[in-house]
């Protein structure tokens, strides 16, 4: 929801990419009126065939639509169709809106400069917008776009502009978390009164009581800095301000390791006993290109499914951008299609492949993985359900909130999946930082007990890209 500190009410023109975007856009003005020019109208016809996430939304703006105008009647329409004020979604319920909905039923004088012609959809909606203060100065006309241009645009004619927001996560990026917490030095010596501890099939935990824990979620990394370095997950969350803490495994020692690999810094180390953890059956890893999420989460993978059959097989997959189009006319299976797209993996699996016994050990070795690692696609996905499976989601940043709910929800009993990503590299138009879907999970999942979430910040790829990481 838009919000706006104002004494006049406001009438919203909605730009065709917020209805493509979220298709519930109509019902989340609450008291605000909406506007929907003939432009937008016409690019939702054109819009509505096809597989793709767009086409199924704007299918279903149309339904919403349809379902506003049931039996209304011309006098109706003319003078604007109430929203209803509780429509279901999707089992839900979304918040009540009390505003009215008005389409373009007549022509409009359009004063547009010359230099924009009105025949553009763009410059046919600012043309609207700007008709519609015209006629009624009592109200604030406002574009609603994801169009950034659009709104630069509407801006230097004078016309106010904002992003659609309701679909923003946080206000603020920074705001994220990031599934570590730094305690004091002195975290021990304050906390020893409410301590309890003991081993259990050879893991270490602790009970620890306080007010310091009311921030603490389920599966969350706890370290203190200095020479006795600590390093533990937070377990179980009985109470608010209790909690059981159990010590890590030390993945950085060359006694330990994870399908050869070893962790390099402490996020990773973190990041390996998630990723090893049964009980964790989602597992989302953040940062930026070098960090070694792939090459960790693969490791992983390939332990717990050739070593300790913990999953039947890996299935690997990412986003190919545009997400939903048709991944092309390429000779071959869905996985030869799907190879273009999958070089980060494909490199990394060379990484984690390399076994002594010459070029024999690593054909035997390459064909046992090719029989226990298959790469999909996205694009049918829809009414699958994976069992025991291990997923490895790449690139997961570019998926819209509505897209990753689609894909999480087709885990079976014993699968986990992991989801990969860097927000600062998006690649979707219209989405951003703060309402990509990977944020919108980690967000939502920070607080259940068998997800786990960790940001990493240390490059590890090599100097080279360290360096051009930091200077360029």
């Not at 069992?387 to 790449?394: A, E, P, S, V």
Request: charged share 25%; glycine share 8%; hydrophobic share 40%.
């Amino acid at each position: 929801m838009i919000k706006r500190q104002q004494d006049k009410p406001c009438l919203f023109v909605l730009d065709t990419n917020v209805l493509m975007h979220d298709p519930t856009a109509l019902f989340r003005f609450k008291e605000h009126d909406i506007f929907l020019p003939m432009a937008v109208l016409e690019e939702l016809d054109a819009a509505k065939k096809g597989m793709s996430e767009v086409a199924r939304n704007v299918r279903q703006v149309s339904r919403f639509l349809d379902q506003l105008m049931h039996e209304a009647t011309k006098e109706e329409i003319d003078r604007g169709l109430p929203i209803s004020p509780l429509t279901e979604n999707g089992g839900g319920y979304i918040a009540p809106a009390t505003g009215r909905l008005f389409f373009q039923t007549s022509l409009m004088e359009l004063t547009l400069p010359a230099s924009l012609p009105g025949t553009l959809a763009d410059n046919n909606i600012l043309a609207t917008a700007q008709a519609l203060q015209a006629q009624d100065e009592r109200r604030t006309v406002i574009i609603v776009s994801k169009d950034i241009n659009l709104r630069i645009k509407a801006t230097v004619l004078g016309i106010p502009a904002e992003d659609y927001i309701n679909d923003k996560v946080l206000d603020d990026v920074n705001l994220l978390y990031t599934g570590l917490e730094v305690l004091p030095g002195d975290f021990w010596d304050s906390h020893e009164k409410a301590l309890d501890s003991w081993q259990e099939a050879g893991r270490t935990f602790y009970r620890i009581k306080g007010p310091d824990l009311l921030d603490w979620y389920p599966s969350q990394c706890l370290t203190i800095e200095g020479d006795e370095a600590f390093e533990a997950i937070v377990h179980d969350k009985p109470a608010p301000e209790e909690a059981v803490i159990e010590l890590v495994e030390d993945y950085r020692s060359t006694r330990r390791n994870v399908w050869g690999i070893n962790a390099r810094n402490r996020e990773q180390n973190f990041a390996l006993n998630m990723l090893m953890d049964p009980e964790l059956d989602f597992v989302t890893l953040l940062g930026p290109a070098g960090t070694g999420k792939t090459l960790l989460a693969l490791a992983a993978g390939l332990a717990q499914v050739l070593e300790l059959n913990t999953y039947r097989e890996i299935i690997m997959t990412r986003v190919t951008v545009p997400v939903g189009e048709d991944i092309g006319f390429l000779p071959g299976t869905e996985e030869e299609k799907m190879t273009p797209w999958m070089g980060a993996l494909m490199d990394n699996l060379e990484v984690l492949t390399q076994t002594e016994g010459g070029d024999w050990g690593r054909a035997a070795t390459q064909d046992l993985m090719r029989n226990r690692i298959r790469v999909q696609s996205l694009n049918f996905m829809r009414g699958r359900t994976f069992l025991n499976k291990y997923i490895i989601l790449d690139e997961a940043q570019n998926l819209t909130a509505k897209q990753m709910k689609t894909l999480i929800t087709r885990a079976g009993p014993g699968t986990k999946m992991v989801c990969l990503g860097n927000i600062a590299q998006i690649d979707t138009p219209y989405l951003t930082e703060t309402s990509s879907g990977l944020t919108y999970v980690v967000d939502r999942f920070k607080g259940w007990t068998h997800g786990g979430h960790i940001t990493l910040i240390r490059g590890e790829r090599s100097r080279l890209a360290d360096f051009a990481s930091m200077e360029l």
